[in-house]
């Protein structure tokens, strides 16, 4: 379970970009953006897509917010200012919280991807001893299996397949342990990802970080989602204002 830095890990280079990391961050930005607009016309402007509440669409979305929690503890390794980073991440957070407290119940985010990844990074900080000592290939998979067997959290049982442990419904009614997955019936929030089981996919970022990367990620592919990948908080920030105002024309 520890152990030392072995030779398939690597001590990476913070000064030395992989730029086809920021390419996938800028792809899921994207991705994100068109679902959002989905978001809007299903759920603000009543234009019913009856597709958008099936499987596929809760595949889409966790391929989006998936790859961001990957990226954020695979890029802790090639942050020079992490906790300036972290409090940055955490007055966006804040900011969003605010802007959709004034815009309405329906699009209120009380504790969304950006509040979740603000939560992980402050765990990684405080859990950043033990992570140290633990085998990389090892912290990987444990990841990988907490979280798939911590998924169903919010539904009150853990474990997957026949694998089920119920869960003391006792334990969903605080508003704020809503925060950590216990689901309260009086919290809402438009997007809500809760730290259980998003941590653990987190970690899992931080522990892939230690594999040497191919020397292919390093080049560019394709200068604009690298762009975009390079600026994504700022776009997440920008992007549902820019769609709002487009849409309004069209749907006052």
Not at 128 to 133: A, D, K, N, Q
């Amino acid at each position: 379970m520890y152990a030392s830095k072995q030779n398939i890990c690597f001590k990476p280079n913070p000064q030395r970009r992989y730029l086809f990391l920021d390419e996938l961050r800028g792809f899921s930005l994207l991705s994100m953006i068109l679902y959002h607009l989905c978001w809007n016309l299903d759920n603000l402007m009543q234009i019913e897509l009856t597709w958008y509440d099936t499987l596929g669409a809760r595949i889409w979305q966790f391929s989006i917010c998936g790859v961001f929690l990957l990226l954020s503890g695979l890029c802790i390794h090639f942050t020079r200012h992490l906790l300036r980073h972290t409090l940055i991440l955490a007055g966006c957070a804040l900011l969003i919280t605010l802007v959709t407290w004034f815009t309405g119940s329906q699009t209120l985010v009380v504790f969304g991807i950006l509040h979740c990844m603000t939560l992980c990074f402050l765990c990684y900080f405080l859990l950043r001893p033990i992570l140290s000592r633990i085998s990389p290939i090892f912290g990987l998979f444990l990841c990988l299996f907490l979280f798939c067997f911590t998924y169903q959290i919010p539904y009150h049982y853990l474990g997957f397949g026949p694998i089920r442990l119920d869960l003391p419904n006792e334990w969903y009614t605080s508003y704020w342990l809503s925060l950590i997955g216990l689901l309260s019936p009086d919290f809402y929030s438009s997007d809500y990802f809760p730290l259980f089981p998003n941590l653990f996919l987190f970690l899992a970022g931080y522990f892939l970080g230690f594999f040497s990367l191919p020397e292919w990620m390093r080049r560019s592919h394709c200068r604009p989602l690298a762009w975009l990948g390079q600026h994504s908080l700022f776009i997440y920030l920008i992007h549902q204002p820019i769609l709002y105002l487009c849409m309004l024309p069209f749907f006052p």
